[in-house]
């Protein structure tokens, strides 16, 4: 068995990258990636980072999973068993907890790297640095901030930490990942994203920092390829190891739509694959560029609807957020419901057909009448046989390490608590989805008062597209870290659970295994779940570098 290719995870999150290389196993089941440092410097991210460390190690040791399930469902943690321990500092090593633009946080990375990474083996860089400076809501946050300049705000330069590690220690490869606003954000009048190509080709010029020896200046610095499309790349080929700009319009090529590719969600986000160009020298001529070019490229896959992914977790209720009870909560569910379909029927709509508020009345009415029985606030995880075992690879991918006869082991599965005004708002807005097949817009559809918000800003424009069904059919919209402040842009489909989406659910519309936990309290699940990188795109994408690295290996043997 060869070595594992070594993984270097920066700004990692919870792990959805990481998870993605470290799935990647051989014909005889030997892990392809091995991840020797992950770094993050949020807390209940870097305990859910630390945990599946764990996770990873407690597998290959070939001891069982138990310690780590029992954990989850209350049990002493894993540092606490004698037989898990060493494991368990082993996770610990391997995970840290470090911000990242300090000396402090530095000198402790590098420290890490020195002792722990085998530079003369192929190695690969992964991370997305911090991202709030780039997006398009951040943009338009900072415009209301007072003296607020581009120039000044560190966040556009976080970057610059990973591109230090490249320079530092050469990479065979690395993947870095961002919001697509990245590519239309600009300090002073200038685009930041054609200097990030440029800093990423040549990282001495940009930091400095000399390669390796063995590396000549020629071919120490990378090649950037898109994963979409294999005829854009950085720099061109008639410059190869000098920089040709690309066009601003080629610039979309480096954004991955997730939905494309077998994921079930509307992700879009710009991905790097930056390959060492002694790399890209040994591919030799045209031909050899040419078949390189077309490694990185994700293959298509059929889009995936919410509905494939969220219909096999036990339905739950929404809370109330006073006096909550299922009593309560079912009397207050008929009785917002009988009110809705009553004032749809007595307030007609300009822009909503009345045979349409008719259907979407007549299924409130009918939700009043036979509410879904039994519904609890939370999972509570259970062993329980699977009368059919995972077939697709799909489902495999989701069932994780359970037991191949087992299911109901889904974890960070409880409902949030809402406002009885909320959830007529839920009711309703579900209730539209299902009966016209579309998520309602705004005040135009959302338009009688005892469903109107008391916000000041509701029918100026400004907040009034603020709820939004997750839509069966189709993939999800974007999951982002905002589903930790409120959850009124996830409302789940089905009206009768009149709630939005959970952590799990969430979780799964990224693509995480059911056995991913999430460490912190709710809202720092949801956030580290929105903040994630899809692990099974980044399970596609380490295929992809596989391939590359494997090609690399065949033609040094022929040199």
């Given amino acids: ?86 494991l368990w500092k082993q996770a610990e090593e391997e995970a840290l907890q470090l911000e990242l633009g300090g000396e402090k946080g530095n000198h402790a990375l590098e420290e890490r790297l020195q002792a722990r990474l085998q530079h003369e083996r192929d190695w690969v860089l992964i991370g997305g640095p911090p991202c709030q400076a780039y997006s398009v809501v951040g943009r338009v946050r900072n415009r209301g901030v007072k003296d607020y300049r581009p120039e000044d705000d560190n966040r556009h330069f976080l970057y610059r930490e990973y591109l230090d590690v490249i320079a530092r220690y050469r990479p065979s490869v690395f993947v870095m990942e961002n919001v697509r606003g990245m590519l239309s954000s600009r300090v002073g009048k200038e685009r930041i994203f054609g200097q990030i190509l440029e800093d990423l080709h040549d990282p001495t010029r940009a930091t400095g920092h000399e390669g390796p020896s063995t590396l000549s200046r020629r071919e120490d610095g990378y090649t950037i390829f898109s994963l979409e499309d294999p005829s854009v790349y950085f720099p061109k080929e008639q410059g190869l190891f000098t920089a040709v700009p690309l066009e601003e319009d080629e610039y979309h090529a480096f954004v991955v739509k997730a939905e494309d590719h077998g994921i079930p969600q509307a992700r879009h986000r710009v991905i790097l694959v930056g390959v060492r160009n002694d790399i890209v020298s040994r591919a030799g001529g045209s031909s050899g560029l040419a078949e390189l070019l077309h490694m990185p490229k994700l293959g298509k896959d059929e889009q995936l609807p919410v509905r494939k992914v969220l219909d096999e977790l036990p339905p739950l209720r929404s809370g109330l957020s006073r006096d909550d009870s299922d009593e309560a909560w079912y009397a207050t569910t008929k009785r917002v419901a009988e009110r809705v379909a009553s004032e749809l029927l007595e307030h007609p709509s300009d822009h909503i057909a009345q045979n349409d508020l008719q259907r979407i009345a007549d299924k409130l009415r009918d939700i009043a009448k036979t509410p879904l029985p039994g519904l609890a606030r939370r999972h509570e995880p259970r062993a329980e046989t699977r009368p059919v075992r995972p077939t697709s690879e799909l489902e495999r991918w989701y069932h994780g390490s359970l037991p191949q006869d087992s299911r109901g082991l889904w974890y960070n599965h409880e409902a949030r608590s809402h406002m009885e005004e909320d959830l007529a708002r839920y009711l309703y807005c579900a209730t539209f989805a299902r009966v016209m097949k579309r998520s309602p817009i705004g005040t135009r559809d959302i338009y009688l008062d005892y469903l109107a918000p008391r916000h000041v800003n509701w029918r100026t424009g400004k907040f009034a597209d603020r709820f939004k069904v997750v839509l069966e059919g189709q993939p999800s919209k974007t999951v982002t870290s905002h589903i930790s402040k409120d959850g009124h842009y996830f409302i789940h489909y089905d009206p009768k659970q009149c709630r939005s989406l959970t952590v799990r659910e969430a979780a799964r519309l990224q693509t995480f295994p059911d056995d991913y936990y999430f460490e912190g309290n709710r809202t720092e699940q949801y956030t580290q779940v929105g903040n994630a990188v899809p692990p099974l795109l980044a399970r596609n994408i380490a295929l992809k570098v596989r391939e590359i690295l494997e090609y690399n290996q065949r033609m040094a043997m022929r040199a």
């Fill in 1 to 86: 068995m060869t070595k594992p290719i070594q993984v270097v995870d920066l700004f990692a999150g919870p792990g959805g990258l990481g998870e993605g290389f470290s799935s990647v196993k051989g014909a005889d089941g030997s892990r392809q990636f091995r991840t020797l440092v992950s770094v993050e410097k949020d807390s209940a991210a870097h305990r859910t980072l630390t945990l599946r460390a764990f996770y990873r190690l407690l597998q290959d040791s070939g001891i069982g999973m138990s310690a780590y399930h029992d954990y989850l469902q209350g049990g002493c943690h894993p540092s606490e068993r004698e037989a898990t321990v060493h």
